[in-house]
């Protein structure tokens, strides 16, 4: 079907950036979204950023932890999504996974995550 693949993750103090992306290969529809979860250990996934992907129109949404600090956009011509941290903090820490959801047939995929550590 669709698959998604992350990168970008890696370790960096309090403070820094980091630049995720996300992008999806195979069928892909013309109405979805793709966006953003993380986790930590003994957590549950929990929603970071999402853009509805489109012909025309397009749409963010952010978690309420990470608004303001965190900036997601795409390119449609790449099928990518990119997830711009800024201002990390340790709580920011967890594995980040990319998210493709087809708006028609509500079929999901999941990327296979990318570890992002924040600490001193």
């Known amino acids: 079907q669709v698959q998604v693949v992350e990168s970008g993750g890696g370790s960096v103090q309090p403070g820094g950036s980091l630049r995720l992306s996300c992008a999806a290969s195979g069928s892909i529809p013309i109405r979805y979204v793709m966006g953003w979860y993380r986790q930590a250990p003994g957590k549950q996934r929990e929603l970071v950023a999402t853009?509805?992907?489109?012909?025309?129109?397009?749409?963010?949404n952010y978690g309420d932890a990470v608004r303001g600090r965190f900036t997601i956009s795409r390119d449609n011509a790449k099928k990518t999504v990119y997830l711009q941290m800024n201002n990390l903090a340790p709580e920011d820490t967890g594995v980040y996974y990319c998210k493709f959801r087809n708006l028609d047939t509500r079929d999901e995929s999941w990327g296979q995550g990318t570890q992002v550590t924040v600490s001193s």
């Open positions: 853009n509805t992907l489109g012909a025309i129109q397009s749409r963010a």
